[in-house]
């Protein structure tokens, strides 16, 4: 299958999908979705072999964890938990290398930002613009890569609230 073939099959899950969550067709459309992040998640741009597909998604996974336990709160037991995810998560980026952990890291930013995106989508009737708006959404999500989401963090980073200068 070519990457132009995965491509339209993402698409068409993702139009199934908005389709039945706006009420178009028949069934929730919870399948549909289903299908459709799974296909945006198989769809990552790069033929990786099994062993680094293994790889990135048990740091994936890691980096999940990670960012679970570091919450505010919850006192030794739950540092000391994070302290020992954040050793096999560096054990794990030394054996892949950088190039499989950032993969790792975007696949992580996709999901979450298409998890936000199906949870707004989920929240509110949908118009046949705000259904375009969603697809167009989608697809934009899909075409990310890892150097487009660091542009877009230093972007943030540094249009950020600045500190104020102290009082003299």
Same mark, same amino acid.
């Given at each position: 299958m070519s990457e132009d073939d995965d491509t339209t099959a993402a698409e068409a899950s993702l139009r199934r999908a908005v389709e039945q969550l706006c009420g178009d067709g028949a069934g929730d459309g919870s399948e549909a979705a289903q299908e459709a992040v799974q296909a945006?998640?198989?769809?990552?741009? #790069?033929?990786?072999?099994?062993?680094?597909e293994t790889q990135i998604r048990a740091m994936v996974e890691q980096i999940r964890k990670l960012r679970?336990?570091?919450r505010p709160g919850g006192g030794w037991w739950r540092r000391r938990r994070e302290?020992?995810?954040? +050793?096999?998560?560096?054990?794990?980026? +030394?054996?892949?290398?950088? +190039?499989? %952990?950032? +993969?790792?890291e975007l696949r992580h930013w996709k999901s979450h930002a298409m998890v936000e995106l199906l949870l707004k989508f989920t929240d509110t009737a949908m118009k046949k613009d705000d259904t375009v708006e969603t697809?167009?959404?989608f697809e934009a999500l899909n075409a990310v890569t890892y150097e487009d989401y660091q542009q877009a963090?230093?972007? %943030?980073?540094?249009?950020?609230? #600045?500190?104020?200068?102290?009082?003299r």
């Amino acid at each position: 299958m070519s990457e132009d073939d995965d491509t339209t099959a993402a698409e068409a899950s993702l139009r199934r999908a908005v389709e039945q969550l706006c009420g178009d067709g028949a069934g929730d459309g919870s399948e549909a979705a289903q299908e459709a992040v799974q296909a945006l998640a198989d769809g990552s741009g #790069k033929a990786w072999t099994p062993e680094q597909e293994t790889q990135i998604r048990a740091m994936v996974e890691q980096i999940r964890k990670l960012r679970d336990l570091n919450r505010p709160g919850g006192g030794w037991w739950r540092r000391r938990r994070e302290w020992r995810a954040r +050793e096999r998560l560096v054990d794990m980026m +030394e054996a892949g290398g950088p +190039e499989l %952990l950032n +993969e790792a890291e975007l696949r992580h930013w996709k999901s979450h930002a298409m998890v936000e995106l199906l949870l707004k989508f989920t929240d509110t009737a949908m118009k046949k613009d705000d259904t375009v708006e969603t697809l167009a959404r989608f697809e934009a999500l899909n075409a990310v890569t890892y150097e487009d989401y660091q542009q877009a963090k230093r972007a %943030l980073a540094d249009s950020g609230p #600045k500190r104020a200068e102290p009082i003299r």
